[in-house]
């Protein structure tokens, strides 16, 4: 099966622009998660979908983030507008409640370079 | 609030030489435990992972952690590496009984050289 898709895997963008990330989960799962890096940070947890739902924001940085799910499919993750201290490498990951609590399967992340 | 520590931002190994990365973790009860690797250029992949039962967990690529709750650690180990263990490791440990809501919390991550 295919894994976890994210797009695109690099973008350098200026101050002050929108960004876009993309993720598609397995076929299937009803979970998507985002999760972010910072350059010499934790991996951490953003928000969780289930379906196009969104369960838990808790981990969104501000409003300049803004997350959807149309249709419970694939995920888009805006920043808009981008600050330097957005840079870092964003994680997607989703998972089907029946493979038990984490069966994460990870995205192969962007890398987000603001300048 | 939990938190995992790994001490060791870079190790260093010699190839066949035995390895252990070290985590700590911060939680009010029995957690769920999980190392994740990250080769270059791709995405998190599980190693392993505790929830109960037998403390020595087995994972894939001849990796294993022993979770020690008294001492609040759960470190991975292997006996000999091999050039393509070359990576970064990370710990996380997960919430119980949070639902459908499956949080993790990742430690600073530790990267591996592994020389010739």
């Known amino acids: 099966e295919a894994g976890v898709t994210q797009f695109p895997s690099h973008s350098v963008i200026e101050k002050g622009q929108t960004v876009t990330l993309r993720c598609d989960p397995i076929?299937?799962?009803?979970?998507l998660y985002w999760y972010r890096r910072v350059m010499g940070k934790e991996i951490k947890f953003l928000l969780h979908f289930v379906k196009e739902s969104k369960q838990d924001e808790s981990g969104m940085p501000n409003n300049r983030f803004l997350a959807e799910r149309t249709g419970g499919t694939y995920s888009t993750l805006k920043v808009q507008p981008a600050e330097l201290e957005d840079s870092g490498v964003y994680f997607c990951?989703?998972?089907?409640?029946?493979?038990?609590?984490?069966?994460?399967?990870f995205g192969s992340g962007t890398r987000l370079t603001v300048v | 609030a939990q938190s995992v520590t790994q001490p060791d931002i870079h190790i260093t190994v010699s190839e066949g030489a035995s390895l252990e990365l070290r985590c700590n973790y911060s939680y009010g009860a029995t957690p769920y435990l999980f190392w994740y690797v990250q080769s270059p250029g791709q995405g998190l992949q599980l190693l392993l992972k505790y929830f109960s039962g037998d403390t020595l967990v087995q994972g894939i690529k001849g990796f294993e952690a022993e979770f020690k709750r008294s001492q609040s650690s759960f470190n991975l180990r292997k006996p000999s590496v091999h050039w393509s263990d070359a990576a970064e490791y990370f710990c996380a440990v997960g919430e119980i009984g949070g639902g459908s809501n499956y949080k993790l919390t990742f430690g600073k991550g530790t990267l591996l050289t592994v020389n010739p």
């Open positions: 076929s299937g799962h009803d979970n």
């Open positions: 990951a989703s998972s089907q409640d029946r493979d038990g609590p984490y069966g994460y399967t």
